[in-house]
C-alpha cells in the first residue's frame, strides 16, 4: 500500500500518509479519482498547475478548492479540518466578506453614539426668605465665691514644752557673791618695737590660734621676716598674780632670762614663774616682761 499523493510506502489500514499528511483511505464512488502526481527529483523550471478536482457537490475545502461533502470533517485532499462555517452554506452564497448585512446580530459594530443635545440651562429665581432678628439673650452672671482667709496659727513659743517660769514658781533670794578678783596687768616689749599690755591668758606668735575646745582672753601676733618665729610659738597666764609662759612646742624652742640668774631652756608644755623684768627668747626674736 503506498500514498497515492506522493507514492510513501505505507502500512496496510493506514488512514493518513506520514510524509505528506494526507488521507490515504479509498475515494468515494461520487468523486473521479485524481490521476496520481509523479514527483521528480529534479526541480521543475516552471510551477506545475495543482489538479482541481471537479466535483458534483456544492461544497468546497476553503485551503485547496476541493469538492467536500457536507459531513466531512477534514478536507480528503489536503487534510484542512473543516468548520461549521463553511459547510452551512455553498462559497458562493458567502459574498462579500465586507458585507455586513449577513452578520450575526452580536458581531455588528457597535452604533455609533447619538450626538449630545445640550438643553439650554434655566435659572430659577432666588427667593430670599425674611431674616427675623432672634432676641440676644444674656448669659447669667457668674458669682464668684469670696476666697476665704487663711488663719494662720500662732508658733508656739515653748515647743519644747511649757514655759518653765509658770511651771514652777522661784521665791527664793539671790545669792550673794563676792567681787571677781582683778588680774595684774603686763606689758611685753617686743624686739620688734611693738608694745602690748596683756592680761589673763593668751598666746603668741606669727599667727597664733587657740585649739579645738581651748578658750584664750588674747592672741599676739609677732611680726617676723625671717620665719623663726613659729604660728603659734608661746602660751602665757597668770596664777595668784604670778605671770608664767609654757613652750607650745616650737620649731626653735623658747629660753627664759631671769635677772640675775642663767638662762633657761624651757621644755614643751612646761609652765615657768618669770619676775617682771624677765628676757624670753622665741626664735630669733624676744620681748621684756614688765
Known sequence: M?????????????QFCGECGRTVAAPSTQRPVLPEILFSSEPDPEPVARPVAV???????????????????????????????????????LGDPRDTSQLDPLDEPPAEPAPVVEQPVVEEPVVEEPVTEQPVVEPPAVTTPPTPKILRKAPDPFPWGQNPRLSSVDLEPTRIVGAVPTEERFVLQFSTGESVTVSGAGLVGRNPAAQPGEVVDQLVTVFDAGKSVSKTHLEFGQEGGRFWVSDRYSTNGSTVRQPDADPKRCEPGRRYFVARGTRVDIGEQFFVVS
Open 2 to 14: 503506498s500514498c497515492r499523493f506522493c507514492g510513501t510506502a505505507l502500512p496496510e489500514g493506514a
Open 55 to 93: 466535483a458534483d457537490s456544492e461544497y468546497t475545502c476553503p485551503q485547496c478548492d476541493a469538492a467536500i461533502d457536507d459531513d466531512d470533517v477534514f478536507c480528503g485532499e489536503c487534510g484542512f479540518v473543516l468548520t461549521s462555517s463553511y459547510l452551512s452554506a455553498p462559497s458562493d452564497s
